[in-house]
């Protein structure tokens, strides 16, 4: 059989040889069978199954053998040596050199497999850590002691075993495995360890003995789960590195041994598809493979598919993508199904267990898993860990000192007791600067439970709503004075902590929940749960009256007016009305100016009192903060512009978005330029309103939850004006998508484009009924009209082709639409010619 060369690396089939740079390679009998196949096959994507056939033939084997195998190839060749082709298989990828043609046969000889003292791969593939294996190896290749540092549970043993049994397919007996479980005395620790190595130590100092008699030795030495003996083995360790040159370690642990020469390789959990995924990508991922893998092992009945593959994400996503209860999980589907497992995992801690009986007993349960893990921290650590359970989503370190401390543990406490938390890989410590901390799920769930063991669970929710309340009071300052990018980077995260604390305050203290709605207004519409506030807010009324400052009060109603804006108006000037009083009689200009503003806006101040109000508010502008001047311009230019004052209304629009570029880069410049673009379409200046916006557009975050809907929908507006159907169809496509997810905020104020649209395409009946809606909508929202005279001309025009009785029927039938029956309707597919514009 001919060889194959590509660049410096020479495969000999008949020889089973691999020269690399003219020097055989050690490389044991099932690498090489696995190069040769990839070889023969160069010109495709060889598939797992093709290569288990093909290389273990008739027998067997362990799935993660051919990721082992390819690791150690990659190792020998080059990370570009074997390509990983996602959900297909793999592919070889070096370039030949005058290599024949592929053998259509090759030699079945087999060679013996070196024996070594590592212990068999778990049946369970190593699924999504090819990456982590890869970093791994590099970390080996360049440092002595490489610490594999990682939650319980989370897959610390399984890669240091992936990587033992590459560097042995490459360096056969060159690797040496010492299990740390099951010793409880760190007096024991030389003696096993020697043990590993075929020694026995004598005299009364048993480490420099031990480093002393591995002076000669070549090996790479793994000790497994350290943590408990994290002292003991720093001072082995320590010794060897300087007593014996030809040892390299690899330890796991849940803690670093913190120690000179030590490399921390970080293990995570594996990665989760984000919701929504597709099958075909969601297969690919570490956690949802995993879940599949075991779960069909269980229950031959299980299958991953489209119809399920949601459900399977959701449980690898609420149980973080840890490895350990993932599969303690998939192993209870034959008793409960993917359902019935879904609807259980708040109780993971009881109900995933027991899956594994030879499993060591740490890992027979999540519990058990954590136990262990809590059994390892000192006091002051226990008494932290239990009391961040309270937080919801992760927290900062300011914010832990505030809740966790008391009079035995300062702030300074709490942090040593946090980073030793962090060492020990209980709690996550995020990537920026400053980090973000938080707990695992698991975790948190086990914490909670230990903090009502403890007594505390009512003191620490407590402690933490009246934490998050203070934390948010000082939000609500610096959100009118600080950039928008700036404040939502440290505000948005701690919106599952507010929502916790709210939760809280409303069934134990009504003055601390009215006060915290009232300043968490902001943080609900920047991350797009507006309608989050407007029902937490509307409940939080029927705990009124309450004891708390007339300032804190009228700021609870004035966010609930301006909450309502784009939904009903009648509303908004009720709760505005009721928040100027209380202002008033707090003495708080911004609050008054804030009032009066969102009067002004609501269209419901009489005519002859709208020009004293606006006066009033222009007299308290000065040395107020810019983004506040932005809702108050707004509201002022709403008034103008009702009066048909266009020039007015245009003049507080360019005020407003003069204060808002004043207060930095800011997506709340979008809505006084969706609003301006109305001045201009409202004096027949359409062009010029369609450049406005779609500037406006070009330089806005396109998401939901934010008034940079605002000029997406004014661009579709304008482009059903001007008569651009097509166009007008994909930008309201767009504009219904973001509306959707943020619970139809601001859908009603474009909503006499959706008649004027159906209306050009002729389809006279779907026109008249989206009028109907439009018309019934304005009654309650009272919306700016941006084309009212084009609506007044559609009526007529429908009125004239359907005939008065049948358009009050559709009209009627328009007026009971839901906002998606509206999406529908606008968007439905036409046949018919357009229309010309009406009038």
Same mark, same amino acid.
């Given at each position: 059989?001919?060889?194959?060369?590509?660049?410096?690396?020479?495969?000999?089939?008949?020889?089973?040889?691999?020269?690399?740079?003219?020097?055989?390679?050690?490389?044991?009998?099932?690498?090489?069978?696995?190069?040769?196949?990839?070889?023969?096959?160069?010109?495709?994507?060889?598939?797992?199954?093709?290569?288990?056939?093909?290389?273990?033939?008739?027998?067997?084997?362990?799935?993660?053998?051919?990721?082992?195998?390819?690791?150690?190839?990659?190792?020998?060749?080059?990370?570009?040596?074997?390509?990983?082709?996602?959900?297909?298989?793999?592919?070889?990828?070096?370039?030949? =050199?005058?290599?024949?043609?592929?053998?259509?046969?090759?030699?079945?000889?087999?060679?013996?497999?070196?024996?070594?003292?590592?212990?068999?791969?778990?049946?369970?593939?190593?699924?999504?850590?090819?990456?982590?294996?890869?970093?791994?190896?590099?970390?080996?290749?360049?440092?002595?002691?490489?610490?594999?540092?990682?939650?319980?549970?989370?897959?610390?043993?399984?890669?240091?075993?992936?990587?033992?049994?590459?560097?042995?397919?490459?360096?056969?007996?060159?690797?040496?495995?010492?299990?740390?479980?099951?010793?409880?005395?760190?007096?024991?620790?030389?003696?096993?360890?020697?043990?590993?190595?075929?020694?026995?130590?004598?005299?009364?100092?048993?480490?420099?003995?031990?480093?002393?008699?591995?002076?000669?030795?070549?090996?790479?030495?793994?000790? =497994?789960?350290?943590?408990?003996?994290?002292?003991?083995?720093?001072?082995?360790?320590?010794?060897?590195?300087?007593?014996?040159?030809?040892?390299?370690?690899?330890?796991?642990?849940?803690?670093?041994?913190?120690?000179?020469?030590?490399?921390?390789?970080?293990?995570?959990?594996?990665?989760?598809?984000?919701?929504?995924?597709?099958?075909?990508?969601?297969?690919?991922?570490?956690?949802?493979?995993?879940?599949?893998?075991?779960?069909?092992?269980?229950?031959?009945?299980?299958?991953?598919?489209?119809?399920?593959?949601?459900?399977?994400?959701?449980?690898?996503?609420?149980?973080?993508?840890?490895?350990?209860?993932?599969?303690?999980?998939?192993?209870?589907?034959?008793?409960?199904?993917?359902?019935?497992?879904?609807?259980?995992?708040?109780?993971?801690?009881?109900?995933?267990?027991?899956?594994?009986?030879?499993?060591?007993?740490?890992?027979?349960?999540?519990?058990?898993?954590?136990?262990?893990?809590?059994?390892?921290?000192?006091?002051?650590?226990?008494?932290?860990?239990?009391?961040?359970?309270?937080?919801?989503?992760?927290?900062?370190?300011?914010?832990?000192?505030?809740?966790?401390?008391?009079?035995?543990?300062?702030?300074?406490?709490?942090?040593?007791?946090?980073?030793?938390?962090?060492?020990?890989?209980?709690?996550?410590?995020?990537?920026?600067?400053?980090?973000?901390?938080?707990?695992?799920?698991?975790?948190?769930?086990?914490?909670?439970?230990?903090?009502?063991?403890?007594?505390?669970?009512?003191?620490?929710?407590?402690?933490?709503?009246?934490?998050?309340?203070?934390?948010?009071?000082?939000?609500?300052?610096?959100?009118?004075?600080?950039?928008?990018?700036?404040?939502?980077?440290?505000?948005?995260?701690?919106?599952?902590?507010?929502?916790?604390?709210?939760?809280?305050?409303?069934?134990?203290?009504?003055?601390?929940?009215?006060?915290?709605?009232?300043?968490?207004?902001?943080?609900?519409?920047?991350?797009?749960?507006?309608?989050?506030?407007?029902?937490?807010?509307?409940?939080?009324?029927?705990?009124?009256?309450?004891?708390?400052?007339?300032?804190?009060?009228?700021?609870?109603?004035?966010?609930?007016?301006?909450?309502?804006?784009?939904?009903?108006?009648?509303?908004?000037?009720?709760?505005?009305?009721?928040?100027?009083?209380l202002f008033r009689g707090a003495g708080s200009r911004p609050g008054l100016y804030w009032a009066l503003c969102c009067r002004l806006w609501s269209g419901h101040v009489p005519p002859s009192e709208a020009g004293q109000l606006a006066d009033e508010a222009a007299a308290l502008e000065p040395g107020l903060p810019p983004r506040l001047l932005v809702v108050g311009r707004m509201g002022q230019s709403r008034?103008h512009y009702r009066a048909r004052r266009y020039p007015e209304a245009a003049r507080d629009l360019d005020a407003a978005i003069a204060h808002a570029r004043a207060a930095g880069p800011t997506w709340m410049e979008a809505m006084p330029i969706g609003m301006r673009a109305t001045t201009h379409y409202a004096v027949g200046e359409i062009d010029e309103g369609i450049r406005l916006v779609r500037l406006c557009?070009?330089?806005?975050?396109?998401?939901?939850?934010?008034?940079?809907?605002?000029?997406?929908?004014?661009?579709?507006?304008?482009?059903?004006?001007?008569?651009?159907?097509?166009?007008?169809?994909?930008?309201?496509?767009?504009?219904?998508?973001?509306?959707?997810?943020?619970?139809?905020?601001?859908?009603?104020?474009?909503?006499?484009?959706?008649?004027?649209?159906?209306?050009?395409?002729?389809?006279?009946?779907?026109?008249?009924?989206?009028?109907?809606?439009?018309?019934?909508?304005?009654?309650?929202?009272?919306?700016?009209?941006?084309?009212?005279?084009?609506?007044?001309?559609?009526?007529?025009?429908?009125?004239?082709?359907?005939?008065?009785?049948?358009?009050?029927?559709?009209?009627?039938?328009?007026?009971?639409?839901?906002?998606?029956?509206?999406?529908?309707?606008?968007?439905?597919?036409?046949?018919?010619?357009?229309?010309?514009?009406?009038?």
């Amino acid at each position: 059989m001919q060889g194959y060369r590509f660049a410096d690396v020479e495969i000999r089939p008949t020889e089973r040889l691999v020269l690399v740079g003219g020097q055989p390679a050690a490389l044991q009998a099932k690498a090489f069978d696995l190069l040769l196949a990839l070889v023969e096959r160069r010109e495709r994507v060889v598939s797992r199954a093709e290569l288990y056939d093909t290389v273990w033939a008739g027998r067997v084997v362990e799935d993660n053998n051919l990721a082992v195998q390819v690791h150690a190839l990659r190792k020998l060749l080059g990370e570009r040596a074997v390509v990983t082709v996602p959900g297909r298989g793999y592919r070889f990828a070096l370039a030949a =050199d005058d290599a024949p043609q592929p053998a259509a046969a090759r030699a079945a000889s087999q060679a013996a497999k070196q024996v070594c003292a590592i212990p068999p791969m778990p049946t369970s593939a190593l699924h999504g850590r090819d990456d982590d294996l890869a970093g791994l190896d590099r970390l080996l290749a360049r440092h002595r002691l490489v610490s594999v540092v990682g939650a319980g549970g989370i897959g610390k043993t399984v890669l240091a075993l992936a990587a033992a049994h590459a560097h042995e397919s490459t360096q056969p007996g060159n690797v040496v495995w010492a299990e740390l479980a099951p010793i409880l005395d760190p007096a024991l620790l030389p003696g096993t360890v020697a043990q590993s190595f075929g020694l026995a130590l004598a005299g009364a100092d048993p480490v420099p003995v031990l480093a002393t008699a591995l002076a000669p030795v070549q090996a790479l030495l793994v000790l =497994d789960n350290a943590e408990h003996l994290v002292g003991a083995v720093a001072d082995l360790v320590a010794a060897l590195l300087g007593k014996a040159p030809g040892i390299r370690l690899l330890v796991t642990s849940q803690t670093p041994l913190k120690i000179d020469g030590e490399r921390v390789f970080r293990l995570n959990g594996l990665a989760v598809p984000e919701p929504g995924t597709a099958l075909d990508e969601a297969v690919t991922f570490g956690a949802v493979a995993l879940f599949a893998e075991v779960a069909a092992a269980a229950d031959r009945r299980f299958a991953l598919d489209a119809a399920n593959v949601a459900t399977v994400i959701e449980v690898c996503r609420q149980l973080d993508g840890m490895p350990l209860a993932i599969k303690l999980a998939a192993a209870r589907l034959p008793f409960l199904g993917l359902h019935g497992l879904t609807q259980r995992l708040a109780e993971r801690l009881e109900l995933i267990g027991g899956a594994r009986r030879d499993a060591p007993t740490r890992q027979q349960t999540l519990r058990a898993a954590l136990d262990w893990s809590h059994a390892l921290l000192a006091a002051d650590e226990q008494v932290v860990f239990r009391r961040l359970g309270v937080f919801v989503g992760g927290f900062t370190l300011a914010l832990a000192a505030d809740v966790a401390r008391d009079e035995a543990h300062d702030s300074n406490a709490v942090i040593e007791a946090l980073s030793a938390l962090v060492d020990r890989s209980l709690v996550e410590a995020g990537d920026a600067d400053p980090p973000r901390y938080r707990l695992l799920e698991s975790a948190r769930e086990y914490a909670l439970a230990q903090l009502e063991r403890a007594g505390e669970g009512p003191v620490l929710r407590q402690r933490h709503a009246q934490v998050m309340a203070a934390w948010m009071e000082q939000q609500a300052v610096a959100a009118l004075v600080t950039s928008e990018e700036a404040w939502l980077a440290e505000a948005a995260p701690e919106v599952d902590n507010v929502r916790a604390a709210l939760d809280w305050s409303a069934v134990h203290a009504a003055p601390l929940h009215v006060a915290l709605i009232g300043a968490s207004f902001r943080l609900f519409g920047s991350v797009g749960e507006v309608g989050e506030f407007i029902r937490r807010s509307n409940a939080a009324a029927a705990r009124l009256p309450v004891q708390v400052p007339a300032a804190i009060e009228g700021r609870y109603w004035i966010t609930r007016a301006q909450a309502h804006a784009a939904r009903d108006t009648a509303a908004m000037h009720e709760f505005a009305v009721r928040a100027e009083s209380l202002f008033r009689g707090a003495g708080s200009r911004p609050g008054l100016y804030w009032a009066l503003c969102c009067r002004l806006w609501s269209g419901h101040v009489p005519p002859s009192e709208a020009g004293q109000l606006a006066d009033e508010a222009a007299a308290l502008e000065p040395g107020l903060p810019p983004r506040l001047l932005v809702v108050g311009r707004m509201g002022q230019s709403r008034h103008h512009y009702r009066a048909r004052r266009y020039p007015e209304a245009a003049r507080d629009l360019d005020a407003a978005i003069a204060h808002a570029r004043a207060a930095g880069p800011t997506w709340m410049e979008a809505m006084p330029i969706g609003m301006r673009a109305t001045t201009h379409y409202a004096v027949g200046e359409i062009d010029e309103g369609i450049r406005l916006v779609r500037l406006c557009i070009a330089a806005q975050p396109r998401r939901s939850g934010t008034p940079a809907e605002i000029p997406l929908g004014c661009l579709g507006v304008g482009l059903v004006l001007k008569g651009e159907t097509t166009q007008a169809r994909e930008v309201l496509a767009e504009f219904f998508r973001l509306c959707r997810a943020d619970d139809w905020w601001f859908f009603n104020l474009m909503d006499e484009a959706y008649a004027l649209l159906a209306l050009r395409e002729g389809r006279l009946r779907s026109a008249a009924r989206l009028l109907g809606y439009s018309e019934h909508k304005a009654c309650q929202v009272r919306a700016l009209r941006m084309a009212e005279v084009q609506t007044r001309q559609a009526r007529a025009v429908l009125e004239a082709s359907l005939g008065a009785a049948q358009l009050r029927r559709l009209l009627d039938e328009g007026a009971a639409l839901g906002e998606d029956q509206v999406c529908a309707l606008t968007l439905e597919a036409t046949d018919s010619p357009a229309l010309a514009s009406p009038g």
